[in-house]
């Protein structure tokens, strides 16, 4: 697999990145430590994590797989902080305390003494900016995260927190794909200009530009899933049917899958430096690994991104 730098930073990650957030949930530990071992023996690299995900049980997971699936140094680790959920309530704090204190759950949970990126997961309307990057900051320095970054940060707040913090931002992770074109408008301008890279997660659209969707709601899928159907719901509309229906009609004609052509399609954009996959079964992922990601012929590409616009 091909890898890529993150902005202008030294650090070097795969064009794919697996996610996490199913794990110790959807996906139990057999299927991760597989998922683990084939990600990985494709020539994967970055594993994405966040102390949010199963309330730090997904964490707990990767650290119980590491030297026994994969060695350490075999992996890039990025993991979250700021952001948790209970009893169905979102919960944003990116104090330096609290920051501060999940960095070092995290770790405990991961089972290893740093991490490769560590992200502030949201924005904190109530904490000063700089008091967030100042644990940051600090995090770096002390050597318990090697970079760090923002995630859901909206254009100007990413470009505030390059401009202000007194250390190297090296990514963003936000939401893009043929189906979220929402980061063309400020984001991808904001990282560029900085010097950051995407990591773009939900890369299928939450799954529905894999064209499973099409006519009918799998019963193993997250759309059917009441815990996890709201996540799909907002692209199961007649708008982004239009946009699916263009993905498959091109991976008929190149003689590819429609998540080859919808991954491809984004990796190849200005400023991503990796995909975030989140696939929840070893049968997910192997046909995910299975993609040329290969450039689109420009003529199909621009025909997407019109398609795309327009809906």
Do not use: C
């Not at 919960?91 to 770790?107: N, P």
């Not at 931002?169 to 991808?188: H, K, M």
């Not at 996540?231 to 190149?254: K, Q, T």
């Amino acid at each position: 697999m091909q890898q890529r730098y993150v902005g202008n930073s030294g650090l070097r990650v795969s064009a794919l990145s697996l996610g996490t957030m199913s794990w110790a949930r959807e996906t139990d530990e057999q299927d991760a430590s597989e998922l683990l071992r084939t990600f990985v023996d494709a020539g994967g690299t970055l594993i994405d994590t966040a102390a949010s995900y199963a309330e730090g049980q997904a964490e707990a997971v990767l650290g119980g797989l590491l030297g026994d699936v994969v060695a350490r140094s075999e992996v890039v680790i990025s993991t979250k902080a700021g952001l948790s959920t209970s009893d169905g309530r979102r919960r944003v704090d990116t104090s330096r305390s609290g920051m501060l204190a999940g960095l070092d759950a995290s770790l405990a949970r991961l089972g290893t003494d740093y991490v490769d990126v560590w992200f502030a997961h949201a924005w904190d309307p109530n904490v000063p900016l700089q008091e967030t990057l100042s644990a940051m900051e600090f995090a770096v320095s002390s050597g318990r995260a090697r970079y760090a970054g923002v995630s859901n940060f909206n254009g100007w707040q990413t470009a505030k927190a390059a401009a202000i913090a007194g250390f190297p931002l090296v990514a963003n992770q936000s939401e893009y794909s043929l189906l979220q074109r929402g980061p063309e408008d400020e984001i991808l301008p904001a990282v560029e200009d900085a010097g950051l890279g995407l990591l773009a997660w939900a890369p299928l659209g939450r799954g529905v530009l894999s064209g499973k969707y099409r006519g009918h709601i799998p019963s193993d899928s997250r759309a059917a899933h009441k815990r996890l159907a709201g996540y799909v719901e907002p692209y199961l509309v007649p708008e982004s049917s239009r946009i699916v229906e263009a993905v498959a009609m091109a991976a008929r004609g190149l003689g590819r899958t429609p998540v080859d052509v919808s991954l491809s399609w984004l990796i190849a954009q200005n400023g991503v430096a990796s995909a975030l996959v989140g696939a929840r079964t070893p049968v997910q992922l192997k046909e995910i690994l299975a993609s040329q990601l290969a450039p689109l012929p420009p003529e199909i590409a621009r025909a997407l991104e019109d398609v795309s616009l327009a809906s």
